[in-house]
């Protein structure tokens, strides 16, 4: 009798072997293959739910391969001192701005190395060629915020906290600065290197006038001369900065609101001398010339004073310095002071910029304070300064003869040669004593020095000023003097 469509469907009719087969094999085939279904299901429920698949152990060797391997390079960076490549900078300009001075931004900023933006109110229609060469972002969301005077000024103390939204990767100090600040990248890595950057910091300078100071704060970092703030602080910041823009609302600057969210969080300035925000009109010579024994690490306003180097434009000038930096960053504007006692001249040298030739014996304490050559920078005044000042005497045979960076030589041992020559203003006035006879004979003044230790401004040492000495006894050939800068002995001490 033959089976029905349906009964051939069943189960067990399926695994229906031949009238031949012995019951014994077919009950060990249904057994063999009830097993391998259950071991199908083991196997997919095994993988879906297993964080580790022990199945496919070339795979799980390759992943946990990679993961060491990503682990042990972020702990290798850590225990890395502080590079050019853990700071991302942060600049704050707009696009009415930024065309112009982008200039001198590019006078210092490494496309190859430097990390960072320019961050702008909008976007640009077309950029300059300077311009392109640093990374913008445009600011969002910050039209919403209350503002009393400056709406801008709340966009820019912002940038901190958006420049750490982006996430960065290996990123340990968010450095803000204004697009006309020039920064010395090297110096400023070694001044944070001092610094442990797992910790809240928030470091940077006052202004240099007393009126400045008193109008915003003395515990406050002016953002024009730069400021940096560790990775925690920004990554609080972030947390606080919309509410502290709302609180603080009727502030007049950006670094203003960012120094009252850091107050907020408990956080205090630390102050260092090498930012300068420059707020001073007028010519900066009488402070570059006497810069105080720290790293040079910003310069602001350069844009708005009197060029730094005679005869030359203020971009000229910023690269001229800039130049000279690049051959010794340690050294740039350190000041070393020697005599000729001879023939009584005193000399100050302010190593990549200029040297202030003295015909009488003047003291260290006198050389290392500036001529006052400029004003205040909001009431044009004499004064008060947050550093002493000496005036530029009307007589011509109490005034120094001023020399300027000529030429700069990198050596192949690791020495430097610069060259500086006299400046001659016009109209310049005489002095016609017999003492300056000998002085004004010298047209140039060549300086050799040892490149610094890169490591000198990173570790926490007693700081003092290089010694000089002046070869041949002061005597002059084809009218140049030769000087010497060295490390002073342990016993040694500039007096008359």
């Known amino acids: 009798m033959s089976l029905s469509r349906l009964e051939l469907l069943k189960a067990p009719n399926l695994l229906a072997l031949p009238e031949k087969t012995s019951d014994s094999l077919v ?55 502080t590079n050019i490549s ?4 942060g600049l704050g300009s707009s696009v009415n701005t930024w065309r112009d001075r982008s200039r001198y ?47 801008s000024a709340v966009r820019i103390s912002r940038i901190a906290v958006d420049s750490f939204r982006l996430r960065p990767p290996n990123v340990r100090w968010f450095v803000m600065g204004d697009d006309d600040t020039v920064f010395f990248t090297r110096n400023l890595v070694s001044v944070l290197s001092r610094y442990d950057h797992n910790q809240m910091y928030y470091i940077g300078g006052n202004s240099e006038s007393v009126e400045q100071n008193v109008m915003h704060s003395y515990d406050m970092a002016f953002g024009g001369g730069g400021f940096a ?22 502030m007049y600057g950006s670094d203003q609101r960012v120094w009252a969210c850091v107050s907020e969080v408990g956080v205090p300035l630390t102050k260092l001398r090498g930012f300068h925000q420059l707020d001073i009109r007028g010519d900066p010579y009488g402070v570059l010339a006497a810069h105080p024994l ?8 350069l844009g708005a004073l009197e060029p730094i180097f005679p005869n030359k434009t203020p971009l000229d000038s910023i690269k001229s310095l800039v130049h000279a930096y690049r051959v010794d ?30 015909p009488s014996m003047v003291s260290a304490l006198v050389l ?23 005036p530029v005497s009307s007589d011509p045979c109490k005034q120094p003869i001023t020399y300027f960076l000529e030429h700069i030589k990198d050596g192949k041992i690791g020495n430097t040669l610069t060259t500086y020559k006299r400046f001659v203003a016009h109209r310049e006035k005489k002095c016609n004593k017999t003492g300056y006879a000998h002085a004004m004979a010298m047209q140039r003044i060549v300086v050799i020095s040892k490149k610094m230790d890169p490591q000198y401004w990173t570790e926490e040492q007693a ?23 060295r490390r002073c002995r342990p016993s040694e001490s500039i007096t008359i």
């Not at 853990?86 to 900078?89: A, K, Q, R, T």
């Not at 913008?136 to 009393?148: G, I, L």
């Open 27 to 81: 009950r060990c085939m249904r057994v063999g293959l009830l097993l391998c279904l259950i071991a199908s299901i083991s196997l997919a429920l095994y993988s879906a739910f297993s964080p580790k698949s022990h199945w496919f152990p070339i795979l799980d060797r390759n992943r946990t391969s990679s993961v060491v391997s990503a682990v042990s390079a972020a702990a290798a960076d850590r225990e890395l001192p």
């Open 86 to 89: 853990h700071i991302l900078f």
């Open 105 to 151: 931004a590019e006078t210092w900023w490494d496309p190859k190395t430097t990390r960072g933006y320019v961050w702008l109110d909008a976007k640009p229609d077309n950029l300059t060629d300077a311009s392109a060469k640093i990374p913008y972002r445009v600011s969002e969301d910050w039209t919403r915020f209350n503002y009393s005077s400056s709406q």
């Open 229 to 250: 703030i560790s990775y925690p602080l920004a990554a609080r910041l972030a947390v606080l900065m919309d509410g502290c823009l709302d609180r603080y609302y009727n």
């Open 294 to 301: 720290a790293p040079l690490v910003s310069l602001h306003h």
């Open 329 to 358: 960053p340690p050294r740039i504007l350190q000041q070393s002071f020697c005599y000729d006692r001879r023939h009584k001249c005193s000399v100050s040298i302010s190593w990549g910029y200029t040297i202030q030739l003295h």
């Open 368 to 390: 290392q304070t500036p001529l006052q050559t400029f004003k205040t920078w909001r009431s044009w005044n004499d004064g008060p300064f947050t550093f002493n000042t000496r």
């Open 463 to 485: 700081p003092r000023r290089q010694c000089c000495e002046i070869t041949n006894r002061g005597s002059i050939r084809g009218g140049t003097m030769q000087i010497r800068i």
